[in-house]
């Protein structure tokens, strides 16, 4: 089992920035990928950025240049920087591990973006 916790949502001005963490615990190692999604109100969740098995990083290519995602091996906790934030971006943020073709998720952190 591995559970996730996400936290660092709030609300922001366009343009702004906030950082995401997510803290992972349970069994973590051996994980295949872990990383970002986002779910808007009445769309589908739909991947942001991951970190691969061996390390390397995937990203929609439409928020690439603005989001960039780090983690500390050390913590076992995964980082999503946010930047140059449009109101577009304003959803609901979800950790996401995938081990052994399980699927772990965190509850999510809304992240509102309003004048």
């Known amino acids: 089992q591995v559970q996730l916790v996400e936290s660092g949502g709030g609300v922001v001005h366009p343009g702004g920035s906030l950082t995401l963490s997510c803290a992972a615990s349970?069994?973590?190692?051996?994980?295949?990928?872990m990383g970002w999604y986002r779910q808007a109100s009445g769309k589908q969740r739909e991947l942001v950025a991951a970190?691969?098995?061996?390390?390397?990083?995937a990203y929609v290519d439409s928020l690439k240049g603005r989001f960039t995602i780090s983690r500390d091996n050390a913590k076992n906790t995964v980082y999503l920087q946010m930047s140059s934030l449009k109101f577009e971006d304003t959803a609901t943020y979800y950790c996401?591990?995938?081990?052994?073709?399980?699927?772990?998720w965190g509850k999510g952190t809304l992240v509102t973006v309003s004048s």
């Open positions: 996401n591990a995938v081990r052994l073709c399980m699927d772990y």
């Open positions: 349970g069994t973590v190692f051996n994980l295949n990928s």
């Open positions: 970190f691969t098995r061996d390390g390397s990083t």
